[in-house]
């Protein structure tokens, strides 16, 4: 072998050596390609079953689909574990598998021609009062949310990130309120001055933002439903859901980052980001179940801050 020819295979060697090192994934990395292949594979999975209920005028039996996407889901995570680290989601199987059989649920109904709520949240409803009631279908998927430990609520259904509330003086605290505006109709008032650019911290950049995320925004009014609880019973507000407050535990709690803390005011009103469609000096608040309509902007209301959705 001359000179040249050995020097050539050196550079080849290197190169490929090279362009390996900059495509090494790390064990992170692997985890999260790994659960997006299974979850395809889980969709899959559930789309033949239904193809073959029809074809046999059967009901779909999706049991060998559960099981292996429960099995895979606890390997990728496993790998992880091995190496040292653990997979970046906080996704639970169980909530991944309710958002994609919801999917898989919603396409079905579409083929079959009936339309498809199942992308939809279930109320929460299980009372009956009747055939065709609410707590008799029980329609829409379940609501599942993940503490994750900062201070923050995981919708796995929608995809939104809530902040949660503490029964301190701070900016977290159930009991605070704001206005929506500070003189007339802009939304400039100390919701946004006081409550949403301290999460934000635009007075230090950015370098500083609740949980690490610097888009907190006030919900809309369709969005704070979506944590209302909607059971019947002689239950004294707050009528959320238990994840946003923890009665038990909630009083004098200040560390939001733990689980058993969170609250919610149960007689304030919660502002949302929606203007009143009859008059822009008022804005969209809401009080659980029990009340949703205009309000003047000067009022002092509560705010409870959510990121993501678009």
Not at 183 to 194: L, Q
Not at 226 to 254: M, N, Q, S
């Amino acid at each position: 072998m001359n000179h040249y020819m050995y020097r050539s295979l050196m550079l080849g060697a290197i190169s490929l050596c090279l362009i390996g090192a900059a495509h090494a994934l790390s064990p992170e990395d692997k985890c999260e390609a790994a659960k997006n292949k299974i979850s395809g594979k889980y969709v899959f999975c559930r789309a033949k079953a239904n193809a073959k209920a029809i074809k046999k005028g059967e009901v779909a039996d999706f049991s060998k689909c559960d099981a292996n996407l429960a099995s895979a889901w606890a390997k990728a995570g496993q790998k992880a574990v091995d190496k040292g680290t653990s997979c970046i989601d906080s996704v639970s199987v169980a909530g991944l598998q309710s958002f994609l059989s919801g999917g898989v649920s919603t396409i079905a109904n579409v083929l079959d021609g009936n339309g498809g709520l199942a992308l939809l949240p279930a109320t929460g409803e299980t009372t009956s009062h009747g055939a065709g009631s609410d707590g008799a279908l029980q329609i829409g998927r379940v609501r599942e949310f993940v503490d994750n430990g900062d201070g923050t609520l995981s919708d796995l259904g929608t995809g939104l990130m809530w902040e949660k509330k503490d029964d301190g003086p701070g900016v977290h605290g159930q009991a605070q309120s704001y206005t929506w505006s500070a003189a007339g109709t802009d939304f400039d008032g100390t919701v946004v001055t006081d409550f949403l650019d301290a999460l934000n911290d635009v007075a230090g950049g950015g370098a500083s933002c609740f949980a690490g995320h610097c888009d907190w925004r006030l919900p809309t009014p369709i969005e704070l439903m979506t944590v209302t609880e909607y059971e019947y019973g002689p239950v004294p507000p707050p009528w959320v859901l238990e994840e946003f407050h923890r009665t038990a535990t909630c009083t004098d709690c200040t560390d939001i980052t733990l689980p058993s803390c969170s609250c919610t005011a149960a007689f304030t009103p919660y502002w949302t980001s929606t203007t009143n469609l009859d008059s822009d000096d008022e804005a969209i608040s809401y009080f659980a179940r029990a009340f949703m309509g205009p309000s003047p902007k000067s009022s002092l209301f509560a705010a409870r801050a959510v990121r993501g959705g678009s």
